[in-house]
């Protein structure tokens, strides 16, 4: 009977530690995909498309972690940005956890001296 008790709570315990566990890998994942993207993107003459297939290779290359990824590219003169959106994969039913990140950084540009 005792062990009745304590199973559930210990069961619940441990999916919650492994849900958060997988938080973070999808916030790392995107985190990832966001710079990579941002990297490629303020290159000298480089275009948004350039920076996108970047990020998105860089999620393919990292499996399973982030599901239904979105990956947005601006592009100006002076900045890049990158951000991708997911969801991060769930072992609590009836939970969905939406990732968000982004990064940005300066073009890479010819100035004079």
């Known amino acids: 009977m005792e062990f009745a008790v304590i199973a559930l709570p210990m069961i619940l315990l441990t999916f919650a530690v492994v849900q958060t566990g997988l938080v973070f890998f999808a916030q790392s994942i995107a985190l990832g995909a966001a710079t990579q993207g941002v990297n490629a993107a303020r290159?000298?003459?480089?275009?948004?498309?350039?920076?996108e297939a970047r990020a998105t290779s860089f999620l393919s290359a990292?499996?399973?972690?982030l599901e239904d990824e979105q990956v947005v590219v601006t592009r100006t003169a002076t900045e890049a940005?990158?951000?991708?959106?997911g969801r991060a994969i769930t072992v609590?039913?009836?939970f969905s956890w939406t990732i968000t990140k982004s990064a940005h950084g300066p073009v890479e540009r010819p100035t004079t001296p």
Do not use: D, I, N
Request: charged content about 5%.
């Open 43 to 51: 290159g000298y003459q480089a275009t948004a498309a350039t920076g």
């Open 62 to 65: 990292a499996g399973a972690g």
């Open 81 to 85: 940005r990158v951000t991708v959106t």
């Open 92 to 94: 609590l039913p009836g």
